[in-house]
């Protein structure tokens, strides 16, 4: 017998969010943030993990700002790099993973760290104002506090803070909400990874849904 179910692409989609609103408890989040939690949400399958999320002051205005003005999008792993839907930015804006650029192994070796971490390295020259998303390593979040502990550090607009895993991800996401060195949204604990970070720079890259 065969199974019936929905097959209707846009009504398991308003369906999807329509359900996420009804049993999410929301209330905390302005509108632009209800909105990402949302999507987050969304990502994860999972309600309850709006109780993990955190928003710091006016993240998500300045991030979206960000991207209305035309900053790049830099990002930890080529899994959120690659799951960001381009017509929804606003600016054609540049969305940079160099986990692969040749100079980060031996750039690693010489560091005694991650190549995760140590690719951050390579995004000095265009980091000022730009918006940061780290969906999957914890040692590319801790770098990155590293590196904006210098003044002379060119300072993002704004972080997605949202590595996943057993080792430093709480950690750090903990380390970047004590410091703030820019706005920033966290997932706290072990939960995170990519497809939340991705929903996340989706939604603040448009409203619609």
């Known amino acids: 017998m065969p199974y019936t179910y929905e097959k209707d692409g846009a009504a398991i989609y308003a369906e999807s969010f329509a359900t996420i609103r009804n049993e999410a408890e929301l209330a905390r989040f302005t509108p632009d943030e209800e909105q990402i939690a949302v999507r987050m949400i969304h990502a994860a ?14 993240f998500a205005q300045t991030a979206r ?29 540049d969305v940079i993973c160099t986990l692969r650029d040749a100079a980060v192994p031996e750039l690693a070796r010489a560091m005694g760290t991650t190549r995760s971490a140590a690719a951050l390295e390579l995004w000095r020259p265009r980091l000022a104002g730009a918006l940061v998303a780290i969906g999957n390593a914890p040692t590319a979040l801790f770098h990155l506090l590293n590196m904006l502990e210098d003044p ?30 820019v706005p920033c949204c966290i997932v706290d604990g072990r939960l995170g990874g990519s497809a939340i970070t991705v929903a996340a720079i989706n939604a603040i890259a448009s409203r619609a849904e």
């Open 152 to 181: 002379d550090c060119p300072r993002p607009a704004a972080i997605i803070g949202c590595p996943v895993g057993f080792v430093g991800a709480r950690e750090s996401k903990e380390a970047l909400w004590a410091d703030q060195p």
């Open 45 to 58: 399958g999972m309600v309850g993990l709006e109780q993990h999320i955190r928003f710091s002051t006016a």
């Open 65 to 93: 700002a960000a991207l209305n003005d035309g900053a790049p999008i830099f990002c930890d792993a080529h899994m959120v790099s690659e799951g960001v839907t381009r017509p929804r930015l606003p600016a054609n804006n």
